[in-house]
Antibody, heavy 120, light 110 residues
Framework: EVQLVESGGGLVQPGGSLRLSCAAS????????MHWVRQVPGKGLVWVSR????????NYADSVKGRFTISRDNAKNTLYLQMNSLRAEDTAVYYC?????????????WGQGTTVTVSS | QSVLTQPPSASGTPGQRVTISCSGS????????VNWYQQLPGTAPKLLIY???QRPSGVPDRFSGSKSGTSASLAISGLQSEDEADYYC???????????FGGGTKLTVL
C-alpha cells in the first residue's frame, strides 16, 4: 500500500525550531518529487516547499524561504522539513505529498498530517 | 489573498451539474497545468484532476476539468450528497517559482 506518514509536530515557542519527517512506503520513493503543504484549520491549503527526486533541487514559498529547509534521505525513504525561526503564523497542519507519476505537482498521495503549534 | 481566484461557495441539488471556476494569470494557469483537489471535512485533500483534464484512477468521470487561457474550471455532473466538500485549484507559478492554490470553494449539495 502506498503510504505517507508524517511525524514531528508539536508545540514550540516563537523563534524555536522543529523538524518534521515523512516516512514513505509502498512505492519507489527515490523516483518522485516530494512536497510539503500546510493548512490552518478552517482555512485553505498553502504550498510550502518541494524537492526533486535526488534532493538537489528545491523550491520554497516566499513566506518560509530562509527559515525552512526541505531535504530527503532516499536510503531511508524519508522526507524532512527543518523549520527554524518559527512564528505564530506557521501554526498549521503540515502534510507531505507525492505527485502523480511523471508529473511534479499534481499531488495524488497525501499523509494524514502533523500539527505544528507555535505559541508561548 | 490567494494568487488563484475561486468563488468562496457554490451549490446545487442532487443530479445537477455545477462548475467551479479558477482564475489566474499568464505566469501560472496561462503557462502551466492546473490541478484540482477535493477535501472532505477532517481529511487530507484528494486529487481529482491533474494536468488540466486528467483523472487519476478511481475518480468518477462525473468530475471533469478544463482550461482556457488564464482560467480553469472543474465540472461536477450528476451531483451527489457525498460531493459536499471544499474544492481547490492549484498550479505552478513561474514568477514565484512555487505552487499556488486557490482560496477554495465550499460546495453545498442542497
Amino acid at each position: 500500500e502506498v503510504q505517507l506518514v508524517e511525524s514531528g509536530g508539536g508545540l514550540v515557542q516563537p523563534g524555536g525550531s522543529l523538524r518534521l519527517s515523512c516516512a514513505a512506503s509502498g512505492f519507489t520513493f527515490s523516483s518522485y518529487w516530494m512536497h510539503w503543504v500546510r493548512q490552518v484549520p478552517g482555512k485553505g491549503l498553502v504550498w510550502v516547499s518541494r524537492v526533486n527526486s535526488d534532493g538537489r533541487s528545491t523550491n520554497y514559498a516566499d513566506s518560509v524561504k530562509g527559515r525552512f529547509t526541505i531535504s530527503r534521505d532516499n536510503a531511508k525513504n524519508t522526507l524532512y522539513l527543518q523549520m527554524n525561526s518559527l512564528r505564530a503564523e506557521d501554526t498549521a497542519v503540515y502534510y507531505c505529498a507525492r505527485p502523480v507519476e511523471a508529473t511534479r505537482n499534481g499531488l495524488d498521495v497525501w499523509g494524514q498530517g502533523t500539527t505544528v503549534t507555535v505559541s508561548s | 489573498q490567494s494568487v488563484l481566484t475561486q468563488p468562496p461557495s457554490a451549490s446545487g441539488t442532487p443530479g445537477q451539474r455545477v462548475t467551479i471556476s479558477c482564475s489566474g494569470s499568464s505566469s501560472n494557469i496561462g503557462s502551466t497545468n492546473v490541478n484540482w483537489y477535493q477535501q472532505l471535512p477532517g481529511t487530507a485533500p484528494k486529487l481529482l484532476i491533474y494536468n488540466n483534464d486528467q483523472r487519476p484512477s478511481g475518480v468518477p468521470d462525473r468530475f471533469s476539468g478544463s482550461k482556457s487561457g488564464t482560467s480553469a474550471s472543474l465540472a461536477i455532473s450528476g451531483l451527489q450528497s457525498e460531493d459536499e466538500a471544499d474544492y481547490y485549484c492549484a498550479s505552478w507559478d513561474d514568477s514565484l517559482s512555487g505552487v499556488v492554490f486557490g482560496g477554495g470553494t465550499k460546495l453545498t449539495v442542497l
